[in-house]
């Protein structure tokens, strides 16, 4: 597949690796950005894979309270130093992820902090519901492997689709911060409060609601 020069340009952008390399990886992806990305990546050419090790203390706790008071987010979101960490570019990044947690609601930030008996609780829920569909013993640990990732996808902060942009997940939206910003960008925590949360209530849409109150 031919690649363009805007193709190129736009992963250049995205990913801060060299043109050639750009143009490399997109010719092995078949033109698909999203992979090329992850093809740079895989092979330590992308400014975010460059810029993983280094340490990263700066940043700030961000805040995000819901229209009416119904959901509050802190999120500490970590770079490398405090001028970075003050750009309206970096705050504006943080005020998203915020806001992305409390219409999401995630968990957990990677699928590395998920307990091995959450994991090992929900493969056996997965087993189960496969045997229940009649599927064949050989291939069900298969399945469920691969099933396991929708898993990861609603529970994991890094891995779900970003509410702003759902063709992008939070862990690309982050890797397009460390190459536009120039420096590590960490997402070490978060904790959600819900109104009444863990109280007998009638069930809301937060999601629908708290993006109802974003200007996209």
């Not at 998203?96 to 968990?107: C, F, K, L, V």
């Not at 189960?128 to 064949?136: D, H, I, M, T, V």
């Amino acid at each position: 597949m031919a690649v363009t020069a805007g193709q190129v340009k736009e992963l250049r952008e995205k990913t801060g690796a060299g043109m050639l390399d750009c143009k490399k990886a997109l010719e092995e992806a078949n033109g698909d950005i999203v992979k090329a990305g992850e093809l740079l990546r895989e092979k330590g050419l992308s400014a975010a894979a460059n810029k993983a090790g280094r340490i990263a203390t700066e940043g700030a706790v961000e805040s995000y309270i819901h229209a009416g008071g119904k959901v509050g987010v802190l999120v500490e979101i970590n770079c490398e130093t405090d001028f970075v960490g003050k750009t309206e570019q970096f705050r504006t990044f943080c005020r998203d992820i915020a806001m992305h947690i409390a219409a999401a609601n995630p968990t957990y930030v990677r699928r590395e902090e998920v307990p091995t008996e959450a994991l090992e609780k929900e493969k056996e829920i997965l087993r189960n519901q496969a045997l229940n569909e009649g599927k064949p013993e050989k291939i069900i640990d298969k399945m469920v492997e691969g099933r396991i990732g929708k898993y990861y996808e609603e529970f994991c902060l890094m891995e779900q689709q970003f509410v702003k942009d759902p063709d992008k997940t939070i862990d690309q939206l982050l890797n397009e911060k460390v190459a536009a910003i120039g420096e590590n960008i960490t997402i070490r925590r978060f904790v959600r409060f819900g109104l009444g949360e863990g109280l007998e209530k009638k069930q809301e849409n937060f999601a629908e609601e708290v993006m109802s109150q974003v200007k996209l």
